[in-house]
């Protein structure tokens, strides 16, 4: 039930190695392959979670442009010019729409980072200005840099992080997905009668972010996934650094999730979700680049030729018709392998039941090769080599319970059994005595017998029929 490729490695060295299994495989494989039917299933779902109208779905799928707030206003024009300005001496990595080359070099400082948790007041103290510029330059121009060697401190490199987010052309989880990041904050759980609580709905809020996560541009998510992954063990250490999820949360959300160009009093009616869904991301941030279940289970279904499921509900109803339809197909495949495996079954009892029959036909006359063919002659149905149809077996005559009516049926012929049949209270008839049975015998055939006798017997057998029950009963017993 799934696809797999078998590779033989004749490296001794490599066999050690752990083996990587990936689950979300089929997700990769089918978001390279054919974006657009990866995209549909994953916005399906995400409108089964949250309320997007027209306007903000469109905005979502690309087909219209963001409509940000704050974008007509007159500071607006003002940001703009103003970031214009830091771009124009745009070099790989600052100022540059992202790429996989300007992740490459700005890993460098999240690796460091990593080893450097523990530094008080890290991403909020600012590093030196001059050791910044000089670390800026050397990241543009590509070469490597050596950050151990004692030359920078890690306010500078953190601070550093943030200059190169704020300097891109937009937030790291792009304009299009803002208004959505505003509906997944307002997921709440529902009480008893249906009413919304203040209370989140932290598993619907993770699941929409996940799939979220799945449609951002490829770049974006690697980044952000290290991004994370940095502030969420950051977080971890706050004991020594001082800096929980909610602080690095207020350094962090003006560069990852606030839309270009606006200012504090455009946002002064979200900021606060803005805010806490940085928190959410960072506290979570280990279950939020996982593809849901349902999804890995229709892009496996996908490669596999069934149907593939468009929605988590679609999932639910296993038994679909393409899965009924399959089931006859599979019995008849069963019935075919059982059918030739008693074929071959039967192939081989017969050359063996061959080879038993030619042992014993070459073997030299005695009594126990006698008795060895009157067991194949008597059993020559299923012992007798090549015999393919067994003779049905010859029907066996009913035996009579008594001497009496053996008699009666070589005498008197089928009447009398039938008339026996027709009355079931018929008591049983008396035995007949040695000299009729001595003169049956001696006659040889009914045909024989002359008409007094047979006249003799008839009227033996009425008056055994005139004698009541109790009579015959106490006759037969003292027989007995």
């Known amino acids: 039930d799934a696809i797999c490729n078998f590779v033989i490695c004749n490296d ?3 066999r050690s190695q752990p083996i990587i299994f990936n689950p979300d495989f089929f997700v990769e494989k089918l978001r390279h392959e054919k974006p657009e039917v990866f995209t549909e299933l994953v916005v399906s779902n995400i409108t089964r979670l949250i309320d997007l109208p027209g306007a903000e ?9 963001p409509k940000l707030p704050g974008a007509n206003g007159t500071a607006a024009g003002f940001f703009r010019s103003l970031m214009s300005l830091k771009r124009k001496e745009k070099g790989v990595v600052f100022g ?17 980072l990593h080893k450097n948790l523990r530094a008080e007041g890290l991403f909020r103290v600012p590093g030196n200005s001059i050791r910044q510029q000089i670390l800026k330059d050397a990241l543009n121009s590509g070469t490597d840099i050596d950050l151990d060697s004692g030359e920078f401190h890690s306010n500078d490199v953190a601070t550093l992080l943030k200059m ?5 052309p937009e937030p790291l989880l792009t304009h299009k997905h803002f208004h959505a990041h505003l509906k997944i904050a ?63 949360a207020l350094m962090f959300a003006p560069h990852i999730l606030w839309p270009r160009n606006v200012s504090t009093n455009d946002l002064q ?50 038994t679909s018709p393409s899965s009924k339809e399959l089931q006859p197909l599979k019995s ?6 059982d059918t030739c495996h008693q074929e071959e079954t039967q192939q081989r009892t017969e050359e063996a039941l061959r080879e038993l029959f030619r042992h014993v036909h070459n073997m030299p006359d005695s009594a126990k090769k006698k008795k ?6 008597k059993h020559s149905a299923a012992l007798t080599p090549g015999s393919d149809v067994p003779p049905s077996p010859a029907p066996r005559r009913a035996r009579s319970r008594s001497f009496s009516g053996l008699i009666k049926r070589k005498v008197l012929g089928t009447p009398v059994i039938l008339e026996r049949k027709s009355r079931d209270a018929t008591p049983e008839p008396e035995r007949v005595s040695k000299e009729n049975v001595h003169l049956l015998q001696k006659c040889g055939s009914p045909a024989h017998v002359s008409q007094g006798k047979l006249k003799s017997l008839e009227g033996r057998r009425e008056e055994s029929c005139r004698r009541p029950r109790s009579h015959l009963l106490s006759k037969d017993s003292s027989s007995l």
Do not use: W
């Open 269 to 318: 009616e979200n900021i606060t979700k803005l805010n806490n869904g940085v928190t959410f991301m960072i506290k979570h941030s280990q279950k939020l680049f996982k593809a849901p279940a349902y999804i890995r289970e229709c892009a496996r279904l996908h490669y596999l030729g069934s149907r593939a499921h468009t929605s988590k509900d679609d999932l639910d109803l296993l």
């Open 186 to 248: 307002d997921l709440t759980l529902f009480d008893e009668k249906g009413n919304k609580t203040s209370t989140p709905d932290k598993e619907r809020q993770i699941e929409a972010l996940q799939l979220l996560f799945l449609i951002l541009p490829a770049p974006n998510r690697s980044l952000l996934k290290l991004l994370l992954d940095l502030l969420y063990q950051t977080a971890k250490k706050q004991d020594k650094n001082k800096m929980s999820a909610h602080n690095l």
């Open 96 to 112: 540059s729409p992202l790429t996989e080359e300007g992740i490459a070099q700005v890993s460098q400082l999240i690796e460091y």
């Open 372 to 377: 060895l063919i009157r067991q194949f002659n």
């Open 332 to 337: 008849q495949k069963r019935s075919r392998l």
């Open 57 to 65: 779905l469109a905005q979502l799928m690309g087909e219209e442009d």
């Open 164 to 168: 190169f987010l704020g300097e891109l």
């Open 12 to 14: 001794s060295s490599l």
